[in-house]
């Protein structure tokens, strides 16, 4: 009875709805990457499959991005001609049907005799054109070649999404690179300047730290990195600002050994640990936890110091990017967190006058886009 079952799984209009969405499923990867020859090239069978048509071509406004379909002298024919008969749709934005004056080659074996030509749209801009060739047109031809131009225009449109979010990521970095503070930096070579008498050794070991503290926070290149990484280099900066502060920063690690694999956004633990080491020690004292937590899918990390506390208008300002504000980088990775995980995972800021602050982040245990740099 189950191998009857199984048989027999689907009616055909099921089975037609699986195969479309698995041929558009093998499109889409290609296409996320941006329209690029070679994306094209590798979507286009894909595409020519969706359509079920004699031939397809890509084309924008430098020429034919990708062909697929028949080949040798009849392509050769009618891929010298595409760009031709893209223009007119490139420039006013408007699907083309045209008949065999306009496309037959000719050569009464060629199977090409119509062809109908549907706009590539990003942005309200047409960016290039999808030309779906045939033996005769009809309208489910006309309606289904605009249909799969419009997924089109939806996949390239989040591949350019992406490339807009890698170039936001890369100047919020660089941005953030530029905010280290060069009192630290002064501060711990003023700091290992003081051992060089009075114990070259420790001296020797701080500089060592300071050398990969810079290598890391100052490396090219990634925008993530992981959760023990990251955590690495908060420890070698911690080193530096306990050889200056000494018995007066106490710091606490609590870390889940479960979540320091988890990929995270390089450079979003350190700067909130500075912020906490700056405002916890206004008193002249203070102690910083830093706790890494597993929850389930996600990894939950947070900075919490005693130090004077803040007042919730001035967090609000920092976090909004208002220029003037002494947090250091907490409106920078805040919106860092939003661009990669969603508004849903921003900072969470915990803090009163006289009350400390904590601030916690949630980081999903896997993302799509989301790879570590070697």
């Not at 941006?34 to 994306?39: D, E, S």
């Not at 595409?82 to 490139?90: G, I, V």
């Not at 037959?104 to 960016?127: F, H, K, L, N, S």
């Not at 170039?167 to 919020?172: T, W, Y």
């Amino acid at each position: 009875m189950f191998a009857r079952r199984r048989k027999h799984f689907g009616t055909p209009a099921d089975k037609a709805t699986y195969a479309t969405l698995h041929t558009a499923s093998l499109a889409s990867p290609h296409l996320r990457e941006g329209l690029t020859p070679a994306a094209a090239g590798k979507a286009s069978r894909h595409l020519r499959d969706l359509l079920g048509t004699a031939a397809i071509a890509i084309c924008d406004s430098s020429g034919v991005l990708a062909w697929d379909g028949v080949g040798g002298p009849y392509e050769s024919n009618h891929r010298r001609d595409a760009k031709d008969l893209a223009a007119p749709t490139l420039r006013s934005g408007r699907t083309a049907v045209l008949g065999a004056h306009d496309v037959a080659c000719g050569d009464p074996q060629c199977p090409i005799r119509t062809a109908v030509v549907a706009p590539i749209v990003t942005e309200e801009r047409v960016v290039a054109v999808l030309v779906a060739y045939s033996n005769n047109t009809s309208a489910a031809l006309v309606r289904a070649t605009e249909e799969v131009a419009r997924w089109v225009s939806g996949q390239v449109e989040l591949a350019e999404l992406n490339k807009e979010r890698t170039r936001a990521m890369e100047a919020e970095l660089r941005a953030l690179r530029a905010q280290i503070s060069p009192h630290f930096i002064y501060n711990a070579l003023a700091a290992i300047a003081s051992f060089v008498r009075t114990d070259p050794e420790r001296a020797r070991e701080l500089l060592l730290e300071f050398a990969d503290f810079s290598r890391y926070a100052l490396r090219r290149g990634g925008e993530f990195t992981t959760l023990a990484d990251e955590l690495r280099n908060v420890e070698r900066y911690l080193v530096l600002e306990q050889a200056r502060f000494g018995e007066r920063l106490k710091v606490s690690l609590q870390i889940a050994p479960e979540v320091l694999p988890v990929v995270i956004p390089f450079l979003v633990v350190q700067p909130l640990v500075e912020n906490a080491v700056r405002h916890g020690l206004e008193a002249g004292a203070g102690s910083i936890t830093i706790r890494a937590r597993d929850r389930i899918n996600e990894a939950e990390i947070s900075v919490e110091d005693d130090g004077a506390g803040s007042d919730p208008e001035v967090i609000r300002a920092a976090l909004s990017g208002e220029t003037g504000s002494d947090s250091v980088g907490l409106g920078n990775v805040d919106a860092r967190l939003r661009q990669v995980y969603g508004d849903a995972y921003g900072l969470v800021v915990e803090t009163a006058l006289d009350a400390g602050t904590k601030v916690t982040f949630r980081i999903p245990k896997y993302s799509s886009g989301v790879h570590a740099s070697p």
